[in-house]
């Protein structure tokens, strides 16, 4: 299962992405996706009725020919408890900038899996300050705190449809 989860990293993310990230960082990618996943999985087959989510920042060094830039580093998964539940990459992003408003993604730092039949969907992505600052102390805290109780408002509820379309 984890050598499954490190050829779907490294399968799917960009040469861009690898090559400006320090190899510690992109086995410790691959790790938290691993346990994430793992983790998520045994918590609902234990409470299946309840949405279960894992959250973890760290600070990550990015090495781009401009020289050493720190970011955060965001790791978040989440279960679905209905079929028609969405929570996508727009929805992270949404709920990350309304706890943070200085905060921007890199560009090209999102990294998502997702297996519907499993009910779990991990997201990965990296924060900068739009001045080019690091977080403070301070907002790391408050976003620990604050974010795993937002997510819920973030999850988009779809309904079924009533009526087929035609065939024509």
Known sequence: MLFRSMQ???VNCKEEFKQLREPQHLSRIVYAFYLFKKSLKKRVEFSPE???TSFKLN???LHSPFGVKTVLGVFFGLTFLKRYEVFEER????ALQDLLPAGKVVRGSQFSYLQKEEKVHVFYLELEKED????TADEISSLRKKFPRSIENQVEKLMPSVFMPRNE
Not at 132 to 135: D, H, L
Request: net charge positive; proline share 0%; no cysteine.
């Open 59 to 61: 600070r990550v060094r």
């Open 50 to 52: 309840e949405r279960h």
């Open 8 to 10: 779907h990293f490294f």
């Open 132 to 135: 080019g600052e690091e977080f």
């Open 91 to 94: 929805h992270f992003i949404k």
